[in-house]
């Protein structure tokens, strides 16, 4: 399968990072030589997609302006010699960015929602903006593999396909937590029977919490406005996913590498101690 189209929700006020995101998206912040949100558009171009949405709020413009065409300074660097600079700059111009924005925080799946009259492709992928997999084969790499081979095994089927981790038991209460049905998943790709938000360890089904990548087919997105008033007025996509099991196949890959979460303090500070 072809990979076209990727929805990338960033609309998050990034509060924990605060004073700091008052003037600049968490995105923004450097890891390594590049900001975050590079990081996972180069994960979209790994795997061939050249067609990003961004869902932004009010205040974060400058994402999308990171991407955009700077011809002055192009020109500058070409007359300079710069030209490894040059390349480095001109490496997005082949992808076509779109935003749209959420004005209102209602919820993961609200923010996919503002994106829906975009979304053309049959599955698209879903990247939020906290979570990275360092591996040989970076987390999207991985869900579009195991989606070809279930398209292999089944291809009769339009499937969605989940990012997991096996999170440590104390704290599955962070996670949406999946139910696993051993019998009809292939190998290490795992059917998905159940999904429950952020139980009590006690009642969770499993160890096997979703993160922050997806490959969505367009059906669960126009399930998702049927979706609203539940879990204190918002939509959200795990309760998409969850009211088509049975009748769209669910399947979950558990990321091989380590997972790096952007998203707190504490996890910012490791992948800026492991990419630099």
């Known amino acids: 399968m072809k990979l076209t189209q990727a929805v990338l929700p960033v609309a998050g006020l990034g509060t924990r990072f605060l004073p700091w995101t008052k003037v600049v998206p968490?995105?923004?912040?450097?890891?390594?030589?590049?900001p975050i949100i590079a990081h996972l558009v180069d994960e979209c171009l790994s795997v061939g997609i050249t067609d990003i949405c961004f869902v932004i709020s009010k205040g974060k413009e400058a994402i999308?302006?990171?991407f955009a065409p700077h011809p002055e300074f192009e020109e500058e660097l070409r007359?300079?010699?710069?030209?490894?600079?040059?390349?480095?700059l001109q490496k997005y111009d082949a992808v076509r960015f779109h935003v749209v924005h959420q004005d209102e925080q209602k919820g993961d799946g609200h923010a996919i929602l503002q994106a829906n009259d975009w979304i053309s492709a049959d599955v698209v992928a879903v990247l939020f903006g906290d979570d990275l997999i360092l591996h040989d084969e970076n987390g999207l790499q991985q869900l579009l593999r195991a989606?070809?081979?279930v398209a292999e095994k089944h291809p009769e089927e339009t499937p969605a396909l989940l990012s997991l981790e096996n999170v440590p038991a104390h704290l599955v209460s962070k996670y949406g937590i999946v139910e696993i049905d051993d019998a009809r998943s292939i190998g290490t790709i795992r059917r998905i029977r159940g999904m429950v938000e952020k139980p009590h360890p006690s009642k969770a089904p499993s160890t096997l919490g979703i993160i922050g990548k997806y490959l969505i087919p367009r059906s669960t997105i126009q399930k998702l406005p049927a979706i609203e008033g539940g879990h204190g007025g918002e939509i959200r996509l795990i309760d998409?996913?969850?009211s088509q099991l049975g009748e769209v196949p669910i399947y979950g890959v558990e990321m091989r590498g380590k997972r790096l979460d952007t998203g707190t303090p504490e996890g910012y500070k490791e992948a800026v101690r492991m990419l630099g």
Not at 79 to 88: F, P, Q, T, V
């Open 26 to 34: 968490k995105e923004l912040l450097p890891l390594g030589n590049q």
């Open 147 to 149: 989606y070809e081979d």
């Open 240 to 242: 998409a996913l969850t």
């Open 79 to 88: 007359k300079r010699g710069k030209l490894d600079a040059l390349s480095e």
């Open 64 to 66: 999308p302006q990171y």
